[in-house]
């Protein structure tokens, strides 16, 4: 005899158990949406991009729309505490941007100028000598100016996931670990109904968030979306034990190469965007010709490195949810409007869960956002020709 599959049911099923698809959930229960159910292939929550995240949170962007949403986040960040029970380890230790050209310059000062409209006032422009007061243990050649912003800083991911899934446990959201969806079945109109599982499950929705982070795509062909949403290795250095640098250095970036550092529990973090690999696309692999790089890099940045030496055992490698424009990809999909989209962050996806989240809430429960227009964000603009245009250096 068959065994009938196991069905379960709900007014909304996040797939994706990652902090963003965890702050969805939980914004949806606090806006009382019915039943939420997130599913994850993982064993629990966080074992994705998440768990692989540095941890870094600014509000200085060159667009309107990210500068919005890093101060939504902000205020959410502020209140954490006090909703989940749960430090989300917000520290404003401030992002020094360093510019080693003119035009490097001219595109932190055309970005403050824009950070200041949206009310970011404590953004400022640095000329050389005040980035070395700001961090006097850069090396003091060939540097133009700079931008530093107080509250940006660091963030621990794995505090915020925790806070969002135990609020949202709390107020009834169910998490099912190790399912991975293999379908969906949808109505002659195109709405999704049932979502298939590779165990044989059957979950009924009412609506599904697509919150898959860097395996978006996928599961959005289920419904025969094209989500241009890829996966992109960024690679991560941690040097031995380190007292050469204060635990308080603002997190430093230089923007002609993007190679940037910060101090966590003691030791150094490195940074080093290089090109996406050949190969498999999800692989999370780190290489050591990148790591022997990097360390020859690091004190021709900072003096006071030379000689510190790279732990390889403990440098890793995650992946970012890239979309065409770098931007991330908010609402109901082209032809499938109970199937919500919330991907393609960037490599910003961890600071933006709060703000995304509370605004995904709101499409769902009110049809539209209240809290920020995120027009610029609809899944449609892809398709339409209209990408969000900004500096490719912030």
């Avoid at 006090?82 to 020094?96: I, K, M």
């Avoid at 109970?338 to 989240?357: D, E, F, I, R, T």
Wanted: include cysteine; hydrophobic fraction near 40%; charge should be negative.
């Amino acid at each position: 005899m068959i065994e009938p599959p196991f069905v379960e049911r709900a007014d909304v099923v996040v797939i994706g158990a990652g902090v963003i698809g965890a702050s969805v959930a939980y914004h949806l229960a606090r806006r009382r949406a019915g039943s939420i159910l997130v599913v994850d292939r993982e064993a629990s929550p966080g074992l994705g991009s998440t768990g692989r995240a540095t941890g870094g949170y600014r509000a200085q962007y060159s667009t309107e729309i990210n500068i919005r949403l890093s101060l939504v986040a902000r205020e959410a960040l502020r209140r954490f505490s006090d909703e989940t029970g749960v430090d989300p380890g917000y520290r404003p230790v401030g992002y020094l941007w360093i510019a080693t050209t003119s035009e490097e310059f001219d595109d932190l000062a055309r970005a403050n100028a824009l950070q200041k409209t949206c009310g970011l006032d404590e953004a400022i422009l640095l000329n050389s000598k005040e980035v070395h007061e700001k961090n006097p243990f850069v090396h003091r050649r060939t540097i133009v100016g700079g931008a530093f912003c107080q509250t940006d800083g660091f963030i621990r991911p794995l505090d915020i996931l925790r806070g969002y899934v135990e609020a949202a446990k709390r107020l009834g959201v169910k998490f099912l670990p190790d399912v991975t969806i293999a379908g969906f079945d949808r109505s002659v109109d195109g709405k999704i109904h049932t979502l298939l599982a590779h165990d044989g499950r059957v979950i009924q929705a009412n609506a599904v968030v697509d919150a898959g982070g860097a395996w978006a795509q996928s599961i959005a062909k289920f419904a025969d979306v094209d989500l241009p949403v890829v996966p992109l290795r960024r690679q991560v250095a941690l040097t031995e034990p380190c007292n050469r640098l204060p635990d308080d250095m603002p997190l430093t970036i230089f923007m002609n190469d993007g190679f940037h550092l910060r101090v966590r529990d003691g030791r150094v973090m490195l940074l080093w965007p290089t090109p996406g690999r050949t190969g498999d696309p999800f692989c999370t692999d780190v290489d050591p010709d990148w790591l022997e790089r990097i360390a020859e890099i690091a004190p021709e940045r900072i003096p006071c490195l030379a000689g510190v030496r790279i732990d390889s055992a403990r440098s890793w490698a995650g992946l970012y949810e890239m979309s065409p424009d770098k931007h991330a990809i908010l609402g109901p999909a082209p032809g499938c409007q109970n199937l919500y989209l919330v991907n393609g962050s960037s490599g910003h996806g961890v600071m933006h869960a709060p703000a995304l989240g509370k605004l995904l809430a709101e499409m769902i429960v009110d049809g539209k956002t209240s809290t920020l227009d995120t027009s610029a964000l609809r899944p449609s603009r892809f398709v339409e020709g209209d990408l969000i245009e900004a500096s490719d250096r912030l």
